[in-house]
C-alpha cells in the first residue's frame, strides 16, 4: 500500500529575511524517524524512503512525499480561520465605544483622545495584487505574536509582527530531473494549507541518495508610503531523500510488515 510520507518544512521567517538566506534558519521534520530518517529537526534532513515490493522483488507501488510549510513566530495555524478578521473587528469596535465615550465627556481633549484612539486601531497591510497594478489592502489589521493589533506607528518593530506563512512554489533539483519523484501542486480543503500543497510520488525501484530544492516565497513587512507592505522574497533550499530497497517495518516491533499477499487463479 502507498505510504503518505509527510515533511514539516519549519522556517524562521524573521531570521531568513534579515539573513536573506534560508540556510542556518529552517528546520525539516518527517514522520520517517523510525524508518531511517537522518538529522531529524535540522536544515539536513535526509528522509527514509523504503520501497514496498512483491515476493519475486520487483517494485509494487511508489511511495508519496507531501511538504508541509510553517513559519517559526507566528501565529499559529491551528487558530481559528476567522481569527484575524476578529481580532480586526474587535479593535474597530474599541474605537467606536471610545469616540462615544468622548462625545459623552464635557471637558476632553479631543485631540490627544482621537491620536490615541488611532494608534490603538493599527493599520492594514497591503499585498501586491494579481489582478491590478500596484497594492490592495486586505481585511484584516497587522497583528503581533499575542495576537494584539501593532499600533500605526510601529515601524520599528518588524521583528514582533506575526510572520505570513511561507509559500512553497516549486520542488526541482537532481531528484526531479532524474525522475525519482514526481511532483505536483494539488488543491485540498485542508484549511491549514490554505488550501494548496505540494506531494511527489516517489520511485522506490532506484535506490540512492538524492537532492531536490524547494523553492519558497517569504512575505516581508515592509513600510512604505505610510503603511504595511507584504513584498515577495524568493528564496530556495535544499534537501535530500535516502531511496533503499528494504522494506517498509512495523513501527511497534521493528520487524517487516511481511509480503504483499498474492492471489492464485482459482482461489477467492
Not at 479631543?110 to 494579481?130: C, N, Y
Request: aromatic share 8%.
Amino acid at each position: 500500500m502507498t505510504q503518505q510520507l509527510a515533511i514539516i518544512v519549519l522556517i524562521d521567517v524573521a531570521a531568513a529575511l534579515k539573513a536573506r538566506t534560508l540556510k542556518d534558519n529552517t528546520y525539516l521534520f518527517d514522520n520517517m524517524k523510525l524508518q531511517g530518517s537522518e538529522n531529524e529537526g535540522t536544515g539536513d534532513l535526509v528522509t527514509a524512503i523504503n520501497g514496498s515490493y512483491w515476493f519475486d522483488g520487483s517494485q509494487a507501488e511508489e511511495q508519496v512525499m507531501n511538504w508541509l510549510p510553517y513559519a517559526l513566530g507566528a501565529i499559529p495555524p491551528t487558530v481559528p480561520r476567522s481569527f484575524y478578521s476578529d481580532r480586526t473587528r474587535d479593535s474597530d469596535q474599541e474605537a467606536l465605544a471610545a469616540l462615544t465615550k468622548i462625545a459623552a465627556t464635557p471637558g476632553t481633549n479631543i485631540v490627544a483622545e482621537l491620536d490615541r484612539i488611532k494608534q490603538r486601531l493599527g493599520t492594514r497591510a497591503s499585498v501586491k495584487s494579481v489582478h491590478r497594478a500596484g497594492h490592495v489592502r486586505p481585511g484584516h489589521k497587522i497583528l503581533d505574536l499575542r495576537g494584539e493589533i501593532v499600533p500605526s506607528d510601529s515601524r520599528d518593530d518588524i521583528p514582533e509582527l506575526s510572520n505570513a506563512a511561507p509559500v512553497i512554489t516549486g520542488i526541482t533539483g537532481e531528484a526531479v530531473d532524474k525522475q525519482i519523484i514526481y511532483p505536483a501542486q494539488y488543491g485540498s480543503p485542508d484549511l491549514v494549507t490554505d488550501g494548496w500543497y505540494w506531494s511527489a510520488s516517489v520511485d522506490t525501484s532506484r535506490p540512492g541518495i538524492y537532492v531536490y530544492t524547494m523553492e519558497i516565497h517569504l512575505r516581508e513587512p515592509v513600510w512604505k508610503h505610510g503603511g504595511w507592505l507584504w513584498e515577495p522574497v524568493r528564496m530556495t533550499f535544499t534537501s535530500k531523500i535516502k531511496v533503499t530497497s528494504l522494506p517498509k517495518r512495523n513501527g511497534f516491533t521493528q520487524a517487516d510488515v511481511g509480503l504483499l499477499p498474492l492471489s492464485c487463479p482459482g482461489t477467492p
